[in-house]
Nanobody, 125 residues
């Protein structure tokens, strides 16, 4: 079965950086879109970033554009989220997700099939 395991979360001061990783197993990683969502306390889960199977296409939420970068290493079955210039409002549990169909681009949350358990990012002011 598909497993997505996030790591790299933690406590950081505002303005700092973190890099999240998500190790995937159970399917051929290189042919599926990967993404990151986040959920802050008392709020709904929201889209953060996504990357197509080839890595040639990326999407970002407006709130993180210019600060976050998604990337993937298909040889390591891992997707990353580099987060710079962190703000207190970035505090949330960050979830890794994998797309439903192969060889596709990100088309929205409904196009994602599998989810990790999340990693907590806390940004202090």
């Amino acid at each position: 079965q598909v497993q997505l395991v996030e790591s790299g979360g933690g406590l950081v001061q505002a303005g700092g950086s973190l890099r999240l990783s998500c190790a995937a197993s159970g399917r051929t990683f290189s042919i599926y879109t990967m993404g990151w969502f986040r959920q802050a306390p008392g709020k709904e889960r929201e889209f953060v970033a996504a990357i197509s199977w080839s890595g040639g296409s990326t999407n970002y939420a407006d709130s993180v554009k210019g600060r976050f970068t998604i990337s993937r290493d298909n040889a390591k079955n891992t997707v990353y989220l580099q987060m710079n210039s962190l703000k207190p409002e970035d505090t949330a549990v960050y979830y890794c997700t994998q797309g439903k169909g192969p060889y596709s681009q990100y088309v929205g949350r409904d196009g994602m099939a599998y989810w990790g358990k999340g990693t907590l990012v806390t940004v202090s002011s």
